[in-house]
C-alpha cells in the first residue's frame, strides 16, 4: 500500500493562495503512482476530485478550480502539489491525497490509497 500524507492546509482569505503537499511513500515512477489526484470533502457534501496527474504529463481539473489550480509534482522529493489561487469560499474542505496504479484517472471508485486529509478554509 502507498502511504500518503498531505500537508499545507490552514485558514485563507478569499482571493488569497495557499499550497498543498502530499508526500508519497513510493516513487514516483513506481506503478502504484501511475494517477494520482486531489479529491476535497466540502462540509455535507460527497467527496470530489479537484485535480489529476498521471505518469505521462496528462492534467485535468474539475471545472470549478480550472484556470485557479494547479497540479504538480517534484519527482525528486517524491512530492505532489496544489497551487491554489485566487481561492473562494467554496474551496473550503478536507482536501485529500490520492493515487492508484491502474485505468483511467478519472475513475474516481477506482482510487484507494489515500492520505489523512488537511483541512483549508476559505474566509470572505
Known amino acids: 500500500q502507498v502511504h500518503l500524507a498531505e500537508s499545507g492546509g490552514g485558514s485563507v482569505q478569499a482571493g488569497g493562495s495557499l499550497r498543498l503537499s502530499c508526500e508519497a511513500s513510493e516513487d514516483f515512477n513506481s506503478n502504484y503512482l501511475y494517477c494520482m489526484a486531489w479529491f476535497r470533502q466540502k462540509p455535507g457534501k460527497e467527496r470530489e476530485g479537484v485535480a489529476y496527474?498521471?505518469?505521462?504529463?496528462?492534467?485535468d481539473y474539475a471545472e470549478s478550480v480550472k484556470r485557479r489550480f494547479t497540479v504538480s509534482k517534484d519527482g525528486s522529493r517524491n512530492i505532489l502539489y496544489l497551487q491554489m489561487n485566487n481561492v473562494n469560499p467554496e474551496d473550503t474542505g478536507i482536501y485529500y491525497c490520492a493515487a492508484k496504479s491502474y485505468g483511467w484517472c478519472k475513475h474516481n471508485h477506482q482510487y484507494k490509497d489515500w492520505g489523512q486529509g488537511t483541512q483549508v478554509t476559505v474566509s470572505s
Open positions: 496527474i498521471d505518469r505521462t504529463g496528462w492534467l
